[in-house]
Nanobody, 115 residues
């Protein structure tokens, strides 16, 4: 069993930045593909960014060039650096850990982009 705990986010002005953190439990953390998803009100949950155990990253087209994902396996942590934020980035952001047969989710953290 893996537990994921997100932190960061909150209220950010348009054009601003914030960083989300996700810390996981378990010895297998480094083997998981880690991802950040988001869900805005009335919309489906969507993948924002992911990073494999080998460090290969993938981003949704809507966030390319603005968001960066990184991981620190020594700390069982994955981060999402969010720059040049837009109101449409407002959503609950979820941390995700994906193994070969298992998927784990964090509880989510709210990011609101508004002036």
């Amino acid at each position: 069993q893996v537990q994921l705990v997100e932190s960061g986010g909150g209220l950010v002005q348009p054009g601003g930045s914030t960083r989300l953190s996700c810390v996981g439990s378990g010895k297998l953390f480094r083997s998981y593909t880690m991802g950040w998803y988001r869900q805005a009100p009335g919309k489906q949950r969507e993948l924002v960014a992911s990073i494999t155990s080998g460090g290969v990253t993938n981003f949704a087209d809507s966030v390319k060039g603005r968001l960066t994902i990184s991981r620190d396996n020594a700390k069982n942590a994955v981060y999402l650096q969010m720059n040049s934020l837009k109101p449409e980035d407002t959503a609950v952001y979820y941390c995700n850990a994906r193994g070969t047969v298992t998927v784990y989710w964090g509880q989510g953290t709210q990011v609101t982009v508004s002036s």
